[in-house]
């Protein structure tokens, strides 16, 4: 096993950092690991804002929930998809709003931005990990975008999809198992079987129950499927559609 597998292996989310920043040379790489990831069409299509003003991650923390590790931490990275960018390239090029529009609000321009984004972003984390830094994905941003958006100065197509806090490490966290391979990982089309797809899940809550008890001495025996079950039972939100068509991304 080489370095790199054995860095993904190694990823837990941390949440608890020392007081040390980043220094610009890990910023610059971070950033930079970030953008050779694998991008469609070569759209590039992300912006990522780097937070280092006290005040503004104690209001992000705030928007995001009140987690602490948000305003607390090396440096905190907030991944955008960026489709302003494409509008400027076009508005260089002489071409009309009615000959992009189209393209600009569909949807698949926007899976585009949101998996080059996100592909982006998980270069950065591992880059971060790579250095003996931590990391955390912060989805929290979207609970109010509108207020992200504002503080931010994100014009219109520009999406704050979710933040990563980084830091050197003041505890780290146990591994979470993850599923099963055989889960995840179907050969040849999609595993229909059902009472196979219920054996691998019950097996695995018992590993998620067994997990959580271990970690707070018996206070918790979640089960996996319980957790997504409540997840899928309290729908949250449910503006985001309202959001992208105020930015302009009503995605025909």
């Known amino acids: 096993m080489n370095d790199t597998i054995q860095t993904l292996l190694d990823h837990r989310s941390i949440r608890?950092?020392?007081d040390k920043p980043l220094t610009n040379e890990q910023i610059q790489l971070i950033v930079q690991s970030a953008q050779a990831a694998a991008t469609s069409s070569y759209v590039q299509a992300y912006t990522i804002i780097g937070i280092k003003d006290a005040t503004?991650?104690?209001k992000l923390a705030e928007l995001s929930g009140n987690q602490s590790y948000v305003a607390k931490n090396g440096h905190f990275f907030v991944f955008c998809l960026d489709l302003h960018r494409l509008e400027l390239s076009a508005e260089l090029e002489g071409a009309t709003v009615e000959q992009i529009e189209q393209t600009l609000n569909s949807t698949e321009m926007f899976m585009i931005g949101v998996i080059d984004t996100a592909l982006a972003a998980q270069n950065a984390a591992i880059a971060a990990e790579s250095m003996g830094l931590g990391i955390c994905y912060i989805g929290g941003l979207r609970n109010k975008l509108d207020d992200v958006s504002e503080l931010l100065q994100t014009p219109n197509r520009v999406i704050p999809l979710f933040g990563l806090s980084v830091g050197h490490p003041a505890n780290r966290s146990d591994l979470k198992p993850r599923l099963p391979l055989a889960s995840v990982y179907h050969e040849?089309?999609?595993n229909q079987d059902k009472e196979q797809l219920f054996e691998q899940l019950r097996d695995y809550d018992q590993e998620i129950s067994n997990y959580y008890s271990v970690r707070t001495?018996?206070?918790r025996k979640?089960?996996?499927t319980?957790?997504?079950t409540?997840?899928?039972q309290n729908p949250k939100r449910l503006y985001i559609k309202r959001f992208l068509n105020?930015?302009?991304l009503p995605l025909d």
Do not use: I, P, Q
């Open 16 to 18: 608890s950092y020392t």
């Open 188 to 190: 040849d089309g999609y």
């Open 56 to 58: 503004k991650k104690e």
């Open 222 to 224: 979640d089960r996996w």
């Open 226 to 228: 319980e957790a997504m």
């Open 246 to 248: 105020d930015k302009k």
């Open 230 to 232: 409540k997840l899928l």
């Open 217 to 219: 001495n018996g206070a």
